[in-house]
């Protein structure tokens, strides 16, 4: 236990030293950053699939619809990021809910059906409302992120001038990496707490949920809300990372990808949503490199991808970490009574 | 409350599905304080009964009175987690347990409806949240060691054996803290041994202030701890009465042996 959060506290600053060391060029860095918006997403996504059992095709539509929040409010009203990220993240909560409200009766493949129809429904808007979006155009040249801080520093000193814009990759690196971390932190503080256990239920049994007290069309609807809110906000920092947003970055292969990597790291494990991240992006990274090598275009990849499913399928059905409910066992009063419970001697 | 004024009022229900006639006109009364045992031949409707009252379906005809804690009323058409929480709480004849959970999570769980704290609570741990939460694992801590699984807690659920499935999803209904509580077959599969401590269970359920509605085939089970039974075939109520007067009900016995053997 001990051991345990040794290493991961290591693991962290090891991971914060990168961008410092003499070999972090801007690729590794924007590789890396790559892997934790990815790892937001992956965490977003796994709400549904994973906490609450509901196979979501479509989450991409929601980081469209945080990417092109963030994006229009830049370009029309020169809004900062800070003041975005909570408009895009209630933006994308209540896409969410107008997705998953008519669609609470529906289960399985059927819900399926409609949330993929609801990210094609989403590329769609992006591309024919021109007046809006542009279009297929995109919107090229969204300013970078910044800390505006002038408006403090001047009050305390006329001299002082506390602004940073976000130059390069490494602040983006950091961001994001305080992004992830927030993120997984909330998730797990969700995931061990009424919410998160009513969400279990419903994936485990839905009747027996309901018997056991649960309003199931509630709390799967706050599912969608907390995913899509979640989603939405990995797309405001796309938009302000990649400066330049277009519909084609929205399209299903992306929704595809995300559930890959919550499937390889377990349906319902949060921990295993970081890690399916690192892999498939490093991989598609890997592959990117090698796939043109062999003669073959770089979006023969997929075809990789797929590979590695049927493989999981076959050899890991549940993920590489299949626990669910993992957060409840490390909470303090859970440890405190397993502790109490053998010092009785009933364990 | 007036003591003799029934908990839950069964008047006259029917459920049709399509062309069949699951339960036709059925009414009885569950008094506090009284195990009740509904018996009769498979595909009798006893299921189907229970699932009108716990709000699985609404019923085609009929009334459902419940005697909640804020006072009698209505129940046809409410949906099963409202059920819940107006204190009638049940468990499954296949059993349902959230299998992948721990013990104690299936419990827990059963507290939902009696505790309220949301997402801001659950993101910043506040100290309301935090008590609840204590609350919470006291509670079904308390009903696990009721049914006698304290030290199983931290088993994930699909683990137990069979009769233990069956006393923690008695747990999990108990610790969503009803008045009435619905066990479907709670003795299929035991050995003699889990039947005669199930005996036990359902007295102590009854010390609690909980009274227990049953459906079960052993007859030897529902014989010695019913105090009331109510007959169903054919989704028709047949009999009702003590467990002597059923035992010699030439209906009863039809029903369960075939025409003739009253007479034997």
Redesign the interface.
């Known amino acids: 236990m001990n051991t345990k959060t040794l290493l991961r506290n290591a693991l962290l600053l090891a991971v914060l030293a990168i961008p410092l060391l003499p070999f972090a060029g801007d690729y590794l860095l924007h590789v890396l950053t790559l892997i934790m918006v990815y790892m937001v997403l992956a965490m977003g996504l796994n709400v549904v699939p994973g906490l609450c059992g509901m196979l979501d095709l479509g989450f991409v539509g929601f980081y469209g619809v945080g990417a092109y929040t963030c994006g229009l409010l830049t370009m029309n009203y020169e809004l900062s990021l800070w003041l975005i990220l909570p408009i895009a993240a209630l933006n994308g909560a209540v896409w969410g809910i107008l997705r998953g409200a008519p669609t609470l009766r529906l289960t399985g493949d059927y819900f399926a059906i409609v949330t993929f129809g609801f990210s094609e429904l989403v590329v769609l808007f992006l591309t024919n409302e021109i007046w809006l979006t542009r279009g297929p155009l995109g919107l090229p040249g969204i300013a970078p992120a910044s800390i505006d801080l002038s408006w403090l520093s001047k009050a305390i000193n006329p001299e002082w001038d506390w602004y940073w814009e976000f130059i390069g990759e490494k602040p983006y690196f950091y961001m994001a990496f305080v992004m992830v971390v927030g993120v997984f932190f909330?998730m797990r503080?969700?995931e061990?707490?009424?919410?998160?256990?009513?969400w279990?239920?419903i994936r485990?049994?839905d009747?027996?949920?309901?018997?056991?007290?649960?309003?199931?069309q509630i709390y799967k609807v706050?599912a969608y809300a907390?995913s899509a809110a979640i989603g939405a906000v990995a797309g405001s920092f796309l938009a302000r990372w990649t400066m330049f947003l277009s519909p084609d970055m929205f399209k299903f292969w992306e929704s595809f990808l995300v559930l890959c990597m919550i499937v390889l790291g377990g349906l319902g494990n949060m921990t295993g949503a970081l890690l399916g991240s690192v892999v498939l992006i490093a991989m598609g990274e890997l592959l990117r490199e090698i796939l043109p090598r062999l003669g073959m275009p770089a979006e023969t990849r997929f075809i990789v991808y797929g590979l590695i499913m049927v493989l999981i399928m076959r050899f890991k059905p549940s993920g590489f970490l299949p626990k669910?409910?993992d957060a409840?066992?490390h909470?303090p009063?859970?440890v405190e009574?397993?502790r109490s419970?053998k010092a009785k001697g009933?364990? | 409350m007036n003591a003799s004024a029934p908990l839950l009022k069964v008047d006259g229900v029917s459920k049709q599905f399509g062309g069949l006639m699951a339960l036709s006109e059925v009414s009885f009364e569950v008094l506090p304080g009284r195990i009740t045992g509904l018996i009769g031949p498979n595909g009798a409707g006893k299921t189907t009964l229970f699932n009108c009252i716990a709000g699985v379906y609404t019923p085609t005809k009929g009334r459902l009175l419940f005697d909640a804690a804020d006072g009698a009323r209505r129940t046809n058409g409410f949906k099963p987690e409202r059920m819940t929480a107006l204190g009638i709480a049940r468990t499954f004849q296949n059993i349902r347990l959230f299998s992948q959970l721990t013990v104690l999570d299936n419990v827990r769980i059963g507290r939902h409806c009696r505790t309220s704290q949301g997402l801001f609570g659950a993101i910043f741990r506040t100290a309301a949240q935090v008590a609840e939460e204590r609350r919470i694992v006291d509670e079904a801590m308390r009903w696990l060691s009721f049914v006698g699984l304290e030290g199983k807690a931290f088993f994930q659920s699909s683990a137990l054996s069979y009769g233990d499935q069956r006393r923690l999803e008695i747990a999990r209904a108990l610790a969503t803290g009803p008045r009435l509580l619905l066990l479907d077959e709670p003795a299929a599969g035991m050995n003699p041994q889990e039947t005669a401590s199930l005996v036990g269970l359902i007295h102590a359920i009854m010390k609690e202030g909980v009274t227990v509605v049953l459906i079960e085939h052993d007859m030897k089970l529902v014989m010695s701890i019913c105090e009331h039974l109510v007959v169903l075939d054919h989704g028709m109520k047949i009999a009702e009465g003590g467990p002597r007067d059923i035992r010699e009900n030439p209906q009863v016995i039809e029903a369960y042996l075939g025409r003739g053997a009253a007479h034997a």
């Open positions: 909330m503080r969700i061990d707490s009424r919410i998160g256990r009513a279990f239920a485990e049994d009747l027996a949920a309901a018997s056991a007290g649960i309003d199931v706050i907390v669910i409910a409840a066992l909470n009063i859970i009574l397993r419970l009933v364990v």
